[in-house]
């Protein structure tokens, strides 16, 4: 799914705010075929026609969250990237029941577009057990998201990438200065722009979203910093676990990181905060950078 595009001469205003990305994501049932059930969602049109990762990962984390009971919670998400697809028709995603067991239940998701499949993965649910210990790394010093400045996400700036990537509008952004932190580390409040509701399974399809678009700053930064060119990009993969409910009434802190590129890939991981400090979500990505061929004299 390519993110950041080069050399369009398409410049029209792509749009989506929050309500709009709520719709798409209450996506359409439809009929059981030959063992999966199926479901349409609709895209937001974008450069190039090219369907936005981050759009249909959370989609398609919909669509399984739909074949399991409301006492099980999304645990997790593993999804390719295969195909750009056209952000102008919808996109069909079959959901196959691959595990249901005592806790967890398992579903492969397959995101189609007339017959040609765009993503591919699999989404797992869990029963919480209630007791247990807890750990994970702490985030210290970081100013309060009110002591920030809102900034757009580069994405959406006139021009970046030579298209304008404004459907990344449904959320409000407030990025932590880096620094002495290396260029690829990156801190950033985050929330919806509006009331998101209290469904468990819209918020963790949010916080893909969210981390499947922004997963990719931390890449460019860390590629500019050893004087990389970033003209294209594309998402080849996603994985999101997911350790405790999203409060989206609030901010959530992304602390992200790209620590290591070999050839035209580039990783990313994130850790998702609450205000309290508390790790709510750990993504991953892998981004591919295709070479920049060589300018004409």
Same mark, same amino acid.
């Given at each position: 799914m390519t993110e950041h595009a080069a050399g369009t001469d398409d410049a029209a205003p792509y749009k989506s705010s929050l309500p709009q990305v709520l719709d798409a994501l209450n996506l359409s049932p439809g009929a059981v075929i030959e063992g999966?059930?199926?479901?349409? /969602?609709?895209?937001?049109?974008?450069p190039f026609h090219h369907i936005l990762g981050g759009?249909?990962?959370a989609q398609a984390l919909v669509a399984a969250g739909r074949t399991v009971g409301p006492e099980r919670t999304p645990h997790s998400l593993h999804g390719y990237f295969l195909r750009a697809g056209d952000a102008r028709y919808p996109v069909e995603f079959e959901v196959v029941d691959l595990q249901q067991g005592r806790n967890f239940s398992a579903r492969q998701v397959t995101a189609r577009q007339s017959g040609a499949v765009l993503m591919a993965g699999v989404a797992s649910f869990c029963i919480e057990a209630a007791d247990g210990p807890e750990y994970h790394p702490?985030? &210290?010093?970081? =100013?309060?998201?009110?002591? &920030? @400045? @809102? !900034? =757009?996400?580069?994405?959406? &700036?006139? /021009?970046?990438?030579g298209g304008s990537w404004t459907s990344l509008q449904w959320f409000q952004r407030r990025p932590v200065e880096a620094g002495a932190r290396d260029p690829g580390h990156l801190l950033t409040w985050w929330r919806p722009d509006g009331p998101a509701g209290d469904d468990s399974l819209t918020a963790a399809a949010l916080v893909v979203y969210l981390s499947a678009a922004s997963l990719v700053e931390s890449a460019v930064a860390a590629r500019a910093a050893h004087r990389s060119r970033a003209d294209n990009t594309a998402q080849r993969d996603i994985a999101v676990w997911f350790h405790r409910p999203a409060r989206l009434a609030d901010w959530l802190l992304l602390d992200q990181r790209s620590d290591s590129a070999v050839g035209a890939r580039a990783l990313a991981l994130g850790r998702v905060y609450n205000r309290?400090?508390? &790790?709510?979500?750990?993504?991953?990505?892998? !981004?591919?950078?295709?070479?920049?061929? =060589?300018?004409?004299v």
């Open positions: 999966a059930t199926v479901f349409t /969602g609709a895209q937001f049109d974008a759009h249909i990962a702490e985030v &210290l010093g970081i =100013p309060d998201p009110e002591k &920030l @400045s @809102s !900034q =757009p996400h580069p994405a959406q &700036l006139a /021009g970046a990438g309290d400090g508390e &790790l709510v979500a750990t993504a991953g990505q892998e !981004q591919y950078f295709p070479p920049v061929p =060589p300018r004409r």
